[in-house]
């Protein structure tokens, strides 16, 4: 267990307010980690200080530039150096059809999914080099950037964009000796998407045997990988997404029949999302 101890290491989660990022941000403070949380809601901030009052709750858009230099500056003024940077933010913002989108629908969805990851990312980079050798960095992707998604492309390929940039990036931090790697989750339960907005009631009987493992995720599924990347345990692994999916992705499309038999045939109608056609 002192492998997962982040005593005296700073800790910075984007979106730390809720959800994924929330879980993240809980699981750094509870192994002794300074965690620094980019949140813009002020009632999450607020929650989460009055929880964690070692910790910073900062006002950040990861969109806006002087939001992010300003972030940066505060935890160099604070610590003079980052640990871990977990890239949290994301939303798939506008599902529909590719080409009923507008540029400025599409603008945005690669901002919120791409634009602020590689912003975050350079801003922090100085301090993680503060940090290195041993500072590590953890983006949240999706199990989307390595499957087709239909109405959702955009987001589908921004996420394909953060793993890319994860492997090109490996390759430059190595000799800093900075590790930078993904977490690819399945649909996970959380206020941002909701398995009652994702899985409408009616189309829940056989929800239990469309994954393998049983169920979707919850944040602290997600939580446990950031740990273990960022940990000495991941000291030799980077460059690399871990797949936090109940076996999602290796089944491709196969789901079990109420009796226990595999099947690619779909048992569902309906439209998860209710575009319409």
């Known amino acids: 267990m002192d492998m997962l101890d982040f005593s005296g290491k700073v800790v910075l989660v984007t979106g730390g307010g809720r959800g994924i990022g929330r879980a993240c941000a809980e699981a750094f403070a509870a192994a002794g980690a300074s965690v620094v949380i980019a949140e813009v809601s002020e009632e999450l901030r607020a929650d989460f200080a009055a929880r964690h009052p070692a910790a910073l709750a900062i006002r950040c858009d990861v969109t806006d530039s002087a939001d992010v230099a300003a972030l940066a500056d505060r935890i160099r003024e604070r610590f003079g150096r980052l640990d871990v940077l977990v890239n949290n933010v994301g939303d798939f913002l506008h599902a529909a059809p590719f080409d009923a989108m507008s540029d400025d629908q599409v603008a945005a969805i690669v901002e919120i999914n791409f634009g602020q990851v590689m912003r975050v990312t350079r801003a922090m980079l100085p301090l993680l080099r503060a940090a290195a050798p041993g500072s590590s960095i953890v983006s949240v992707t999706s199990i989307e950037a390595f499957r087709g998604i239909p109405n959702c492309a955009v987001y589908g390929a921004c996420k394909a964009a953060v793993t890319g940039l994860t492997k090109c990036l490996a390759l430059e931090l190595a000799p800093a000796g900075i590790r930078i790697n993904d977490i690819a989750p399945e649909t996970t339960d959380t206020p941002q998407v909701a398995l009652d907005y994702m899985i409408p009631p009616e ?52 789901t079990r029949t109420p009796d226990g038999q595999w099947t690619v045939v779909p048992m569902v109608s309906g439209n998860g999302l209710k575009i319409p056609a």
Do not use: C, Q
């Open 203 to 254: 189309n829940r009987a056989h929800m239990d045997k469309w994954i393998p493992l049983g169920r979707f995720g919850k944040p602290e599924d997600i939580a446990g990988a950031a740990l273990y990347l960022a940990s000495p345990l991941a000291s030799w692994v980077t460059g690399t997404t871990i797949h936090v999916d109940g076996g999602a992705l290796a089944a491709a499309g196969w």
